[in-house]
């Protein structure tokens, strides 16, 4: 049997936008209150996406995490999904300095990343819509769900197993101008050998 990818998916935003809920919606399919908000945790998860089994690692962040910790999860991961608030501006304004500091961390890679509206039950509380959100993510090149983690609308779960998808197709890129580069390398060498032999 094929050996299953591993993919590690980090989940970054400000304390309180639900990342913990969201995690926990996409493993157990179930929504509970109250987290401890300190805390970071790291869940493994085995799931077939397209006929391919991938074994995922999520990490999820803790929204007052220190720089140096932040920077040192922001390396671990292969694929990122940031998530704000959509009754919290603020954790909307936090989302692009967030995604300088994961374009730094991730250099000379691309990033691969998600946006996520989290909390999208409380339309009556939204400070902001919908077309804010497309507009932010169409801006930095990802894919955008607006979700909530409490009632499982906008679909949790297709947020992750896309981005695992978006993970896939930027490594099979990367191997394929890898290989590539070094067949042009080689190429490289028995021309310089034979211009030789032939001087
Ligand atoms: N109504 C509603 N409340 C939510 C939703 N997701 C999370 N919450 C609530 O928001 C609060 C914060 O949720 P957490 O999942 O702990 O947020 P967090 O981003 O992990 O917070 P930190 O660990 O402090 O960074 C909790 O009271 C949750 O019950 C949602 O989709 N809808």
Redesign the pocket.
Known sequence: MAKSAEIKLAVF??????????V?RFLTKR?????????ESTYRHQAVIDDESVTMEIL?????EEMLQREGHMRWGDGFVI?Y?ITDRGSFEEVLPLKSLLEEAKKPKQLTMMLVG?????EHARQVSTEEGERLAAELSCGFYE?????GEGSVSEAFLELCREVRRRRMVQGKARRRSSTTHVKQAINKMLTKISS
């Open positions: 935003g400000r304390a309180g936008v639900g990342k913990s809920a969201l926990v929504f509970i209150w109250e987290y401890d908000p300190t805390l999820d962040t803790a929204g007052q998530v608030d989290n909390k999208a039950d409380l979700c909530s983690a409490c009632t």
